[in-house]
């Protein structure tokens, strides 16, 4: 079938482009992020090969991953001509992947999206809560040298993109506060809210413990 073919070849493209990341956007996230679309595409109508292309696709012009987010940008073109995705195909997956980032919600930049782009969006924010999501704090913050928790820093609220992305003080704790445990009340549809509900429960208890051992209590 075309479609299985058009889908086989952004896979093997994403795979190529993020096969080496190793700043929690590797294809090992990529492919969370298409199954759980696929599971929420089982309850909303929206089209698969728009939807799952967008997942794979992403992260793959994505400027804090590569030096040349425009060249990026083109390769998915390219790639998506070459496929034989109809323009308005084209429009509607650059689109999702321009404009899905939690940094551009911050800046209110972000245009509507579709609901494939909804569907995408909620995957992708999925896979930063939960039991994935701690370890990914982890993961990341260990790689930029945050410190693990002061409870003498203060986490911070309502952050421009700017300020969000200049932090010298970040610790992991206050990530699950100043983003994590926000993205439970932005999911879009019915489905990633209900299992955000459940994920937001295992952040919870996490941080409990966390504090509680921290002082000593338990
Ligand atoms: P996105 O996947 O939306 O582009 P990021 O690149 O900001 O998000 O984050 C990738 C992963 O690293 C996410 O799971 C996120 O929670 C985590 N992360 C991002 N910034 C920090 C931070 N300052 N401290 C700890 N974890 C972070
Ligand atoms: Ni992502």
Do not use: C
Not at 122 to 147: M, N, Q, S, V
Request: cysteine-free.
């Amino acid at each position: 079938m075309k479609r299985d073919n058009q889908l086989f070849a952004v896979h093997n493209f994403a795979k190529r482009q993020l096969g080496s990341d190793r700043s929690g956007h590797g294809f090992d996230h990529i492919e969370r992020v298409v199954n759980m679309a696929k599971k929420i595409l089982t309850k909303e109508n929206a089209d698969p090969l728009i939807t799952l292309s967008a997942a794979y696709l992403h992260d793959v012009s994505d400027e804090k991953l590569f030096d040349d987010p425009e060249e990026q940008g083109q390769l998915i073109l390219r790639l998506l001509t070459e496929h034989a995705f109809s323009p308005a195909q084209i429009e509607e997956i650059t689109a999702i992947i321009k404009n899905l980032s939690f940094s551009k919600t911050l800046n209110n930049k972000t245009q509507r999206l579709s609901l494939a782009g909804q569907i995408v969006q909620d995957a992708d924010r999925l896979d930063a809560i939960g039991a994935i999501g701690i370890t990914r704090a982890i993961y990341y913050g260990g790689k930029h040298a945050e410190t693990i928790y002061d409870p003498n820093i203060a986490p911070r609220e309502k952050m421009t993109k700017e300020e969000y992305r200049n932090l010298d003080n970040e610790t992991i704790i206050n990530h699950f506060y100043e983003k994590l445990l926000k993205l439970k009340d932005m999911m879009n549809t019915k489905t990633a809210k209900k299992i955000a509900a459940g994920r937001q429960k295992i952040m919870l208890d996490y941080l409990n413990q966390f504090k509680a051992e921290w002082s000593a209590e338990k």
